[in-house]
């Protein structure tokens, strides 16, 4: 235990009164570290179950035979053109 | 009117301030959080441009985020989609950050400067970059090439400059990235993907380009330069450990360990290795082949650089190149771009990875949104912090330390050129830290190029690294071509050290210690404008010696970031086995070296 605010009245050292357990700190630091972690694990498995149950349709309805990447590709390799988009109609979009 | 660039959440992350177009400062976070390639948001170094011109975030009139998250969000979706079921793990961990920073950059800013959000824009990654090379070159009109690993989508573009107006022309889409392609060789060579880039560059002349058949085998690359690579050899597009696949090991065998020593017949078993190993001949044999595959990735990416420039100087028909992205901090095919492409001048931003970009962003908002005339141009890189003597001395006597002032720089000067001539290996701090990765003369430690000893020495009992990697030459810009290939010496880039240039017979024998193992050097060209102490220190140095170069390194340890401020100095020349630490007018000495030099 120690004394986590500590006055001083008429140059006697005084406590304010509030104690604070070290190891009550500790306990809860623990907790808050502990529970992180377990809501970090619930995050990995909610986006694992959306992954499969959400994206895996998309990726046999529509994905599949697009090849967005260019995977299988057999053209010669070719620059993409890009369309000129002014920098003013596009500064504040984030796409 | 303040204009604040800012790039994030991927790799060296950064900061920029402009005022009225003009750069006043510019910084990358990890030298302020001592974590290499820091990606987090670069809240000390927004603090440090922001004290740097005296004003709060409040006063910040437009804050220009370096890229467009959603594009680069959708990219993610739409691999982890096409990549099913592959890239579950990337998809899971990549949106655990997104979810949690990545997407809320607009409020992370507002919430962090107090700016209100009109006043918040974003640029495009590959666009910044493309900013950052053309809008802060000497040119009025230039061609533009920028290669990296991957922004948004683009991991390539092309383009022209005009005044203030850039037009990108054409692109190259994920997955298909010369810089990915090169990190999938680097993490196989066993260095750390997005660090151990340049040295991959380091180890290729050990080697020979005896496999750049199969390399040909991952890139199909059309004679204008544009490429697709063949990703049933890598993994990268749906894993994020991995850079490359099983298929890649079965045609290149097994990857280098990281752990293993290098050396080869022609390095020879340096003695800080330890004892010569039993099998000496078979593992620098093993070693060999390692070096062999760098000399034929180098040697690829060599080929298409020089393609793609080619192809961009065709189309566009102009003389001068501008260059930006990660791919163009490799100095060795630049200095090939310089004679192969059809290019007069070049032009590298020396921030060129994705810290450049937040000046880029600033550069774009100030020039191509605001519709401002161009009035700056970068001229040297010392944008960085930097520490009055007086926080120095304090510094030094909390702690302890002897030391002593100097109050003229003429006694500077030849103090520290008396300790290098006599083969003392100096640590040099002096005003503000460069902007990018390397290290300009300002936080550097430097050593006499004519002794051949000095590489080793300095690898390996100051720096703690790899013996095959290479040191710099800074030289006097007015006797480089003396001694350099003079057409690569003569080019702008070389101010920065971004070009590989040609060490000419005589002068390769006068200073064996920065002449790479192929004849090269990565030089540093420094004139009297950009930085007078340091030229005033190398002329003085050729007066002691005959020769008008210095050894440059950058001042950290293995695996650091470089030096900020004088505690870091200090810390790095207590770690090493350095003699002497000059910071500002104070010089401290290691105890040998003044009983050395009394």
Not at chain 1, 45 to 55: C, E, G, Q, R
Not at chain 2, 4 to 33: M, N, Q, W, Y
Request: proline letters at 4%; one cysteine or more.
């Amino acid at each position: 235990m120690e004394w986590s605010r500590v006055g001083r009245l008429g140059g006697q050292r005084v406590s304010t009164g509030i104690l604070r357990s070290a190891s009550l700190a500790g306990f809860f630091r623990e907790l808050r570290r502990a529970g992180k972690r377990i809501g970090e694990a619930q995050a990995r498995a909610l986006m694992s179950a959306f992954y499969f149950v959400v994206l895996g349709p998309v990726f046999f309805v529509g994905i599949r035979r697009r090849d967005p990447l260019d995977l299988n590709s057999v053209a010669p390799p070719a620059w993409r053109e890009v369309h000129y988009r002014c920098a003013a109609d596009h500064k504040h979009q984030q796409y | 009117m303040y204009t604040l660039g800012v790039s994030c959440f991927f790799h060296d992350s950064a900061a920029a301030l402009l005022r009225d177009g003009e750069l006043i400062a510019a910084a990358e976070e990890e030298r302020f959080s001592r974590k290499k390639h820091d990606f987090e948001f670069p809240e000390r170094a927004i603090a440090f441009c922001l004290r740097q011109a005296g004003i709060t975030g409040k006063e910040i009139d437009h804050a220009i985020f370096f890229e467009k998250p959603f594009l680069k969000f959708e990219r993610i979706l739409t691999t982890s989609v096409a990549e099913f079921p592959a890239a579950r793990r990337v998809f899971r961990e990549a949106m655990l950050t997104w979810l949690k920073d990545k997407l809320w950059i607009k409020s992370l800013l507002i919430h962090h400067l107090g700016v209100s959000s009109d006043r918040v824009m974003f640029s495009e990654h590959h666009l910044s970059h493309a900013a950052s090379a053309f809008l802060a070159s000497p040119f009025e009109d230039a061609a533009i090439l920028t290669v990296d690993g991957v922004g948004e989508w683009a991991t390539a573009t092309f383009g022209e400059g005009h005044g203030t107006d850039i037009r990108i022309l054409g692109e190259i889409k994920f997955p298909h990235s010369l810089g990915l392609l090169y990190s999938a060789f680097t993490a196989f060579l066993g260095f750390e993907v997005n660090d151990g880039e340049y040295k991959v560059m380091g180890m290729a002349p050990f080697g020979t380009p005896r496999y750049t058949d199969k390399v040909r085998k991952l890139i199909c690359v059309g004679e204008d330069g544009s490429f697709r690579l063949d990703m049933s050899y890598f993994s990268f597009h749906h894993s994020s450990t991995d850079t490359y696949s099983q298929k890649f090991v079965e045609l290149f065998g097994a990857p280098r360990p990281p752990e293993m020593p290098f050396f080869t017949e022609t390095t020879g078993f340096p003695s800080y290795f330890g004892e010569r190993p039993a099998d000496f001949a078979k593992q620098a044999r093993r070693n060999q082949h390692y070096a062999d595959i760098a000399a034929s990735i180098q040697a690829v990416i060599e080929e298409v650089l020089v393609l793609m420039a080619r192809g961009v100087q065709r189309r566009t028909g102009l003389k001068n190149l501008c260059m930006a992205g990660g791919v163009a901090l490799n100095s060795v095919a630049n200095a090939k771009i310089l004679r192969q492409a059809g290019f007069d001048r070049l032009f590298i931003q020396p921030a060129a990875g994705d810290g450049g970009g937040a000046l880029g962003a600033a550069l774009w908002g100030w020039h191509s949104v605001l519709g401002n005339p161009r009035k700056f141009q970068m001229s040297h890189a010392y944008w960085g912090d930097e520490h009055s003597e007086a926080a120095t001395v304090d510094y030094l006597r909390s702690v302890g330390m002897p030391f002593r002032v100097v109050n003229s720089n003429d006694v500077l000067l030849d103090t520290t050129v008396d300790a290098l001539a006599h083969g003392a290996v100096v640590g040099w701090f002096q005003g503000r830290f460069e902007w990018g990765p390397r290290a300009l003369g300002n936080r550097s430690i430097l050593a006499d190029p004519r002794r051949a000893e000095m590489k080793e020495i300095v690898n390996t009992k100051i720096k703690f690294r790899e013996p095959f990697r290479p040191f710099a030459p800074s030289v006097l810009a007015e006797r480089a071509a003396e001694l350099f290939d003079d057409r690569v010496s003569a080019q702008e880039p070389t101010k920065f050290m971004l070009m590989v240039a040609e060490v000419k017979p005589a002068a390769a024998a006068r200073i064996p210690a920065v002449t790479h193992v192929d004849g090269t050097g990565r030089l540093q060209t420094v004139s009297e404008s950009s930085n007078a102490l340091y030229h005033g220190l190398i002329s003085r140095f050729e007066r002691a010696s005959g020769v008008p170069v210095v050894l440059n390194t950058s001042f950290n340890l293995r695996g650091e970031p470089i030096v900020n401020s004088p505690a870091e100095a200090l810390s790095t020349f207590v770690r090493s086995d350095m003699d002497m630490l000059v910071l500002g007018n104070v010089i401290v000495e290691k105890e040998r070296h003044r009983a050395c030099s009394r």
